[in-house]
């Protein structure tokens, strides 16, 4: 039985990626001419997709590529630990890798092992135990961050390197790393960047003057795929699967899901598993709404407490968004419609539903609210 062609939640095979072809030749452009480049744009639109697709592509160009996100760390040194682990994994042969990072980062005495990794093969682990002091963490940071000017050199190959959800780097200490990094990237001229994030106002502060990062190099925004692109490639799956595609399905279905990628390849992608799961024949606009039923009633508890934990001014101020498509929210109009109080108010439960990444604010100043399945539940599910 053929595989269902829709994905979501993980980085997307080249078989589901659609478009992006002007923002992808770009990147591959930048990077192998090893600029420093900002990608930026809310979660979920396809920036670690369009990395992974960035990274395959300068590899085949024998590029060393390195793949990193800088959310999964908990703490500063742990991430320059799985940033060096992440470079040594360069040198494919484990044993070899281990005196050789340790030459490099003489100072630091690292411990470098080769664990045996669950599901089979070796992997690196990398720790500094001498590390103690905040002072330790500056200079371990610098020598972790030339790292890859010295891979370059002594492999005599390009590098690329993308640090993804890198608005988390303010996190750890704010401007002293920003500013070590800057340092160290801007030296290299082998090596290019790719710093993806997805937190859209503290990426864009991030390159403003006066911040390290300011012209540090080219700025990439992700905006939507255009959805009739989209509408074209849900309905082109579905045929290739056997299924006979009513019309108006796919549009539908990028309506529904706001048109955001992630959203359209999951109900997509449960809409072929329901339709495989019950035999039909052809999807329509009517099996889509029984898969969004389904959808909805697994999601219940979860938007429930959601709902709850909200204050009566932020689910006011939700339902005002849901309703009104997110526009002039703040117009007296709109206000008395959803008894929403003074516009002051409304902007405050509209930052608060923002911090808590229920809602977004696009580029015109429209609201949207980021789950099209959380935004449905509000419409069908609350008063
Ligand atoms: N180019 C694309 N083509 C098709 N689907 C995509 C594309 N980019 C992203 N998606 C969908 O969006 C989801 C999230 O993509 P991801 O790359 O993780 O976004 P981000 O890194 O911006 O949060 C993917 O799992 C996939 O379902
Ligand atoms: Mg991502």
Same mark, same amino acid.
């Given at each position: 039985?053929a ?6 939640g ?11 072809e002007?923002?992808?030749?770009r ?9 420093k480049? $900002? ?6 639109y ?7 697709? @960035?990274l ?6 024998r ?15 742990a991430?320059l630990?799985?940033?060096? *682990? ?15 990072l ?12 080769v664990?045996?990794?669950t599901?089979?093969?070796q992997?690196?682990s990398?720790?500094f135990? +001498?590390?103690? /002091?905040? =002072?330790?963490?500056?200079?371990? @940071?610098?020598?972790? $961050? *030339? ?7 002594s492999t005599g190959?390009?590098?690329?390197i993308? #640090? ?6 303010t ?14 990237v ?5 090596? %290019?960047?790719v710093?993806?994030?997805?937190e859209p106002?503290l990426m ?12 540090? %190099? ?12 989209? +509408?074209?490639?849900v309905?082109?799956? $579905?045929?290739?699967?056997? $299924? ?5 399905l ?18 997509a ?5 329901d339709?495989?799961?019950a035999?039909?024949r052809?999807?329509?606009?009517? +099996?889509l709404? =029984? ?8 999601q219940?508890t979860l ?8 204050t ?12 009104e498509?997110?526009?002039e ?8 419609? /959803? ?10 439960? #509209?930052? @608060?539903?923002? =911090?808590?990444?229920l809602?977004?604010r ?19 599910? +609350?008063?």
């Amino acid at each position: 039985m053929a595989a269902n062609p829709f994905v979501y939640g993980e980085v997307v095979p080249p078989s589901a990626f659609v478009d992006r072809e002007v923002e992808l030749a770009r990147l591959v452009t930048d990077l192998a001419a090893s600029q420093k480049v $900002f990608l930026i744009s809310p979660r979920r639109y396809g920036k670690s997709s369009l990395i992974r697709q @960035a990274l395959a592509a300068l590899a085949r160009r024998r590029v060393l590529t390195v793949e990193l996100s800088v959310a999964s760390y908990s703490s500063y040194v742990a991430f320059l630990e799985g940033y060096a *682990r992440h470079l040594l994994a360069l040198e494919r042969r484990a044993e070899r890798a281990r005196p050789w990072l340790a030459g490099l980062l003489e100072s630091f005495r690292p411990e470098v092992r080769v664990e045996p990794r669950t599901g089979g093969g070796q992997q690196l682990s990398v720790a500094f135990p +001498t590390i103690k /002091h905040a =002072r330790d963490e500056v200079r371990l @940071a610098e020598e972790v $961050f *030339r790292l890859p000017a010295r891979i370059a050199a002594s492999t005599g190959r390009r590098l690329a390197i993308a #640090l993804d959800e890198f608005q988390v780097i303010t996190a750890y200490d704010g401007d002293t790393i920003e500013a070590a990094l800057r340092e160290a990237v801007q030296q290299q001229r082998e090596v %290019g960047y790719v710093f993806a994030g997805s937190e859209p106002t503290l990426m864009e502060q991030m390159v403003t003057p006066r911040r390290p990062f300011y012209k540090a %190099g080219p700025l990439m925004r992700l905006d939507r795929i255009p959805s009739d692109v989209f +509408t074209t490639f849900v309905e082109t799956r $579905f045929r290739r699967s056997g $299924f006979r595609v009513e019309k108006g399905l796919g549009a539908a279905l990028v309506e529904l899901a706001g048109n955001l990628p992630y959203d359209v390849q999951r109900l997509a992608h449960e809409l072929w598993d329901d339709a495989r799961v019950a035999g039909w024949r052809a999807v329509s606009v009517d +099996t889509l709404h =029984r898969t969004l039923r389904r959808l909805l009633g697994e999601q219940a508890t979860l938007f429930e407490s959601v709902w709850q934990r909200l204050t009566l001014a932020q689910r006011a101020a939700l339902r005002a968004v849901v309703f009104e498509q997110g526009r002039e929210l703040l117009s007296a109009d709109v206000r008395v419609r /959803h008894r929403l109080g003074g516009p002051s108010s409304v902007q405050s439960a #509209l930052l @608060a539903l923002q =911090r808590l990444d229920l809602v977004m604010r696009e580029g015109h100043g429209r609201y949207q609210v980021m789950d099209s399945l959380f935004r449905e539940w509000v419409a069908r599910k +609350t008063y």
